[in-house]
């Protein structure tokens, strides 16, 4: 009998011993679970940004390209606009070889004496609605906003088409009133790439990289966007 009790007591403590461990490895495993849990929610913003650079960087978009080229039209902007600041006093200001003032007048009397749609039509400019008897302050003042919105798109590289539109209305205004200073060529090519160039932006963020925004596909054809 007492053979019998300690075989019993010693299958019995084995048996716990068994158990026990097993105990722990599921106590264990149940620790486990959580853990996984805060390594599951930081690795999806990772692939959640991985998506996002596959994503915007498929190909039609012309990022790279459109980034180049606009970089490009602006620094030739600075360039045209900083010319005109130091040199248009010379040239067109109000003493100047050619004032713009005198030929605004000169257009002004042959579409009949009045700035409207005939004299805007034959000479379009914002000088026509601006103080003329400060002509050399108009000019010196179009110069610097159109070298200030210039330098941010060349700094930058970010641009809008309301900004690349009124850097080409700003040179056109020069251009229309510039007469012989202005009529080169190079003046005009400048406006019909600059002209191109406000339909490769955003209508009006500036926030959002060129890389996620593809172009009008009324300028890269159909398969553009896609």
């Known amino acids: 009998m007492a053979e019998e009790k300690s075989s019993s007591s010693s299958s019995s403590t084995v048996r716990r011993r068994r158990v026990e461990p097993s105990g722990t490895e599921s106590h264990s495993a149940g620790n486990s679970e959580p853990k996984d849990g805060p390594e599951d929610s930081s690795s999806d913003p990772e692939k ?5 650079k596959v994503h915007s960087l498929r190909p039609g978009t012309y990022w790279l390209t459109r980034i180049l080229l606009l970089r490009a039209v602006a620094f030739i902007y600075f360039v045209a606009f900083s010319v005109a600041f130091h040199q248009n006093k010379q040239l067109i200001g109000e003493k100047g070889l050619l004032p713009c003032k005198t030929y605004l007048n000169s257009v002004k009397r042959y579409v009949g004496g009045k700035i409207g749609a005939a004299a805007l039509a ?7 609605f601006l103080d003329w008897t400060h002509m ?12 200030a919105l210039s330098g941010l798109v060349l700094i930058t590289g970010t641009a809008n088409m309301l900004i690349m539109a009124l850097l080409w209305v700003l040179y056109h205004s020069l251009v229309n009133v510039g007469q012989l200073w202005y009529s080169f060529g190079w003046e ?3 406006l019909e790439t600059g002209f191109l160039a406000i339909f490769l932006c955003p209508v009006w963020s500036l926030s959002r990289p060129l890389i996620a925004v593809p172009p009008p596909s009324s300028v890269c054809g159909p398969s553009g966007g896609s």
Not at 136 to 147: C, E, F, K, R
């Open 188 to 190: 005009s090519q400048l």
């Open 48 to 52: 959640e940004k991985e998506k996002r």
């Open 136 to 147: 050399d302050s108009n000019l010196d003042a179009i110069a610097a906003v159109g070298m």
């Open 122 to 128: 034959y000479t379009p400019s914002i000088l026509w």
